[in-house]
């Protein structure tokens, strides 16, 4: 069973940073895509990075420059390093993963979510 569990979240001031940990508790045949997302209060979910099986990165405009996606395979965790954070950026953030897991069916893809971390920016 695939399990995602996310942490680092926290209060901080504006111009601080924080560092989110997503430990995968499972083993992938293939990963598509690791990413977060985050969602504020009355807001849909939203892309905040995404890092393809290529290698590549992608990120929202409203953080480029500022947050940074890697991974530690070793570890089986994916960070979000989030640096010079703004009011704005407060949110619940999802650490989010795609790929096949059962080796019973190594083609069939599946999204996969954490339980989230509150990440609040205070001005």
């Known amino acids: 069973q695939v399990q995602l569990v996310e942490s680092g979240g926290g209060l901080v001031q504006a111009g601080g940073s924080l560092r989110l940990a997503c430990v995968v508790s499972?083993?992938?045949?293939?990963?598509?895509?690791m990413a977060w997302y985050r969602q504020a209060p009355g807001k849909q979910r939203d892309l905040v990075a995404r890092?393809?099986?290529?290698?590549?990165?992608d990120y929202a405009d409203s953080v480029k420059g500022r947050f940074t996606l890697s991974r530690d395979n070793v570890k089986n965790t994916v960070y979000l390093q989030m640096n010079s954070l703004k009011p704005e950026d407060t949110a619940v953030y999802y650490c989010?993963?795609?790929?096949?897991?059962?080796?019973?069916?190594?083609?069939?893809?599946?999204?996969?979510w954490g339980q989230g971390t509150q990440v609040t920016v205070s001005s």
């Open positions: 989010n993963v795609i790929g096949a897991s059962d080796s019973r069916f190594p083609t069939v893809r599946r999204s996969y």
């Open positions: 499972a083993s992938f045949i293939t990963i598509s895509t």
């Open positions: 890092q393809s099986s290529g290698g590549s990165t």
